[in-house]
T-cell receptor, first 114, second 115 residues
Framework: EPEVTQTPSHQVTQMGQEVILRCVPISNHLYFYWYRQILGQKVEFLVSFYNNEISEKSEIFDDQFSVERPDGSNFTLKIRSTKLEDSAMYFC????????????FGEGSRLTVL | AQSVTQLGSHVSVSEGALVLLRCNYSSSVPPYLFWYVQYPNQGLQLLLKYTSAATLVKGINGFEAEFKKSETSFHLTKPSAHMSDAAEYFCAVTDSGGSNYKLTFGKGTLLTVNP
């Protein structure tokens, strides 16, 4: 069964460092998302991406964040200069050829900022 | 703005007992509503969704949910719990129009099933 894969599963970084989280969505999907979950809190929407551009972003997704689909298969989230409060589980998700609300999530990348 | 409240961060039931996980929503427009499940060390998986068709929605693994507009609720039920149902369950909402690219999730309810 096709699945969304994310790497790394866990990354520890120093405050101020750049981090890139990688995702390989399901191959024929067109909509891509990043969500995050700070420990003990809600799963929060960060950004949606369609047709090689951002469709919508939340207020969390400030200038320190960027997304890219560099090669038609990977979908990356970059945090330019990490802060302590960026520590969270980051989930990538993809959706098929038309909006259905059925997002397929990866297992998540846990980011720890020290 | 939309929001979701899940009552009870942790629900514990015995195997074979009724499962009831509560979700109330707030939305200024007719909502689409979802339940997702997360098994340990896995990503979130769609259980079922309501998108303005039948108000009683059936999902995978014997779960169902009923949309009640008057109560702004979308509670998840299963008549008889199985050990394999132990997981975290998330209710989510999005607009039926306009900004439908994002889901707003609740905080999740951890379901444990006792033998």
């Amino acid at each position: 069964e096709p699945e969304v894969t994310q790497t790394p599963s866990h990354q520890v970084t120093q405050m101020g460092q750049e981090v890139i989280l990688r995702c390989v969505p399901i191959s024929n999907h067109l909509y891509f998302y990043w969500y995050r979950q700070i420990l003990g809190q809600k799963v929060e929407f960060l950004v949606s991406f369609y047709n090689n551009e951002i469709s919508e972003k939340s207020e969390i997704f400030d200038d320190q964040f960027s997304v890219e689909r560099p090669d038609g298969s990977n979908f990356t989230l970059k945090i330019r200069s990490t802060k302590l409060e960026d520590s969270a589980m980051y989930f990538c998700a993809s959706e098929g050829t038309g909006w259905t609300g059925e997002l397929f999530f990866g297992e998540g990348s846990r980011l720890t900022v020290l | 703005a939309q929001s979701v409240t899940q009552l009870g961060s942790h629900v514990s039931v015995s195997e074979g007992a009724l499962v009831l996980l509560r979700c109330n929503y707030s939305s200024s427009v007719p909502p689409y509503l979802f339940w997702y499940v997360q098994y340990p060390n896995q990503g979130l998986q769609l259980l079922l969704k309501y998108t303005s068709a039948a108000t009683l929605v059936k999902g995978i693994n014997g779960f169902e949910a009923e949309f009640k507009k008057s109560e702004t609720s979308f509670h998840l039920t299963k008549p008889s719990a199985h050990m394999s149902d132990a997981a975290e369950y998330f209710c989510a909402v999005t607009d039926s129009g306009g900004s439908n690219y994002k889901l707003t999730f609740g905080k999740g309810t951890l379901l444990t099933v006792n033998p």
